[in-house]
């Protein structure tokens, strides 16, 4: 079976850089990756009942506001999203899953509707007994962009 080698770290500008890490089943890497990519496209269809359907039941979203805590509260928070005009969307960049099987990590850019990068989300996944991957956190942060690293004069 193929491994998917995929990690994360966060350098002195608390940017995300990928890196190889530990070794994770592809397969369990894909579902995460579809379920996230999934979890997005509800935001762009405008489908608040299919964001909703990837929520876990203890959910804890964090806002400028305070933690939102459950699926019900996450929903009500997150339905002004929903009506008029998109305004954000995001992408799974970085994707680790524990050798377990049973939590995963997803990061990516968050972007405006001109497609500027605004913002990073950070989802934790768990893996339900259903077998259904479901956010249990999610927490974003302000946008960045890697340090470059220029030599210095001498």
Do not use: Y
Request: hydrophobic share 40%; charged share 25%.
């Amino acid at each position: 079976m193929h491994r998917v080698l995929l990690g994360m770290v966060f350098a002195t500008s608390s940017c995300p850089t990928l890196l190889l890490g530990q070794a994770n089943s592809a397969g369990l890497t894909r579902q995460v990756f579809v379920a996230e990519s999934s979890f997005a496209a509800s935001m762009a269809k405008r489908d608040l009942e299919a964001f909703a359907g990837m929520l876990s039941e203890e959910a804890v979203f964090f806002a400028d506001t305070g933690a939102l805590r459950g699926k019900t509260a996450v929903v009500e928070g997150w339905r002004k999203f929903f009506v008029g005009e998109v305004p954000f969307s995001w992408e799974p960049e970085v994707i680790e899953v524990l050798p377990s099987g049973t939590l995963a990590l997803s990061s990516g850019p968050v972007r405006d509707p001109s497609g500027t990068r605004v913002g990073t989300f950070n989802s934790i996944w768990r893996r339900e007994p259903d077998g259904r991957w479901r956010v249990i956190f999610d927490k974003g942060g302000p946008a960045c962009t890697p340090e470059r690293k220029l030599p210095r004069d001498s």
